[in-house]
């Protein structure tokens, strides 16, 4: 078990940009979870998979965000055309249907 | 809708001192709750979690909570810090073991020598 792991760790961009994150959960966990949080805040949700199927999707994910899942095993989040307003720490979760969350160490997106 | 809120922002403590944090909680269904902890730099930790049964929840590194439906409450509490208890706390709630979390804004516990 190697925990959930995110990549980047850090991201810089220009203002305009796309940018594109990836999480791999821990292997067996069937849930993944993507949130946002920014700086003084708790994380809040932004969406989240059952193996391959987007199951819900938050008001925060705008059109410019675009989540997938393709095989039901690491997922990736796309953000186009980015703002300053997107910078803040991506955070990936992995679950099993009836587990606990497990959270990765995130991504730090920062858009000048 | 369901709603969290941690009732301090920060909260400073003398190491070997106990400590509660406080969260509150809305929500129109049956609960889970959690506390999570966040060192700088770090994705969160899970401290302990509430799905039923006892009300008094016992986490890892000392820590444990009571949930009290009727006060819509569940605080963490620490009989005796450490330094190393210096991080960011959240309280979170859903309406499923697995459903996507609410959380709270965070408390800052901050442990002072």
């Known amino acids: 078990d190697t925990g959930v792991s995110q990549d980047p760790r850090h991201k810089i961009t220009k203002r305009g940009q796309n940018v594109t994150f990836r999480c791999d959960p821990i292997?067996?966990?069937?849930?993944l979870y993507w949130y946002r949080q920014t700086l003084g805040q708790g994380p809040e949700f932004l969406t989240y998979f059952q193996n391959e199927a987007q199951l819900e999707k938050s008001r925060l994910l705008s059109d410019r965000f675009s989540a997938e899942r393709p095989k039901g095993s690491f997922s990736t989040l796309e953000i186009q055309r980015t703002e300053q307003g997107d910078s803040a720490m991506y955070l990936c979760?992995?679950?099993?249907?009836?587990?606990?969350?497990?959270f990765g160490s995130g991504t730090r997106l920062t858009v000048v | 809708a369901q709603s969290v809120t941690q009732l301090d922002s920060q909260v400073p403590v003398f190491e070997e001192a106990p400590v509660e944090l406080r969260c509150n909680y809305s929500?129109?269904?049956?609960?889970?709750l959690f506390w999570y902890v966040q060192y700088p730099n770090q994705g969160l930790q899970l401290l302990l979690k509430y799905l039923s049964g006892s009300t008094l929840v016992k986490g890892i590194n000392g820590f444990e909570a009571e949930f009290n439906k009727s006060q819509t409450s569940f605080h963490l509490r620490k009989p005796s810090v450490h330094i190393s208890d210096t991080a960011e706390y959240f309280c979170?709630?859903?309406?499923?073991?697995?459903?996507?979390?609410?959380f709270g804004k965070g408390t800052r516990l901050s442990v002072i020598a």
């Open positions: 979170a709630v859903s309406e499923g073991a697995n459903t996507p979390l609410v």
């Open positions: 292997s067996e966990h069937n849930r």
């Open positions: 929500s129109s269904v049956s609960v889970y």
């Open positions: 979760a992995s679950s099993l249907v009836r587990g606990g969350y497990t």
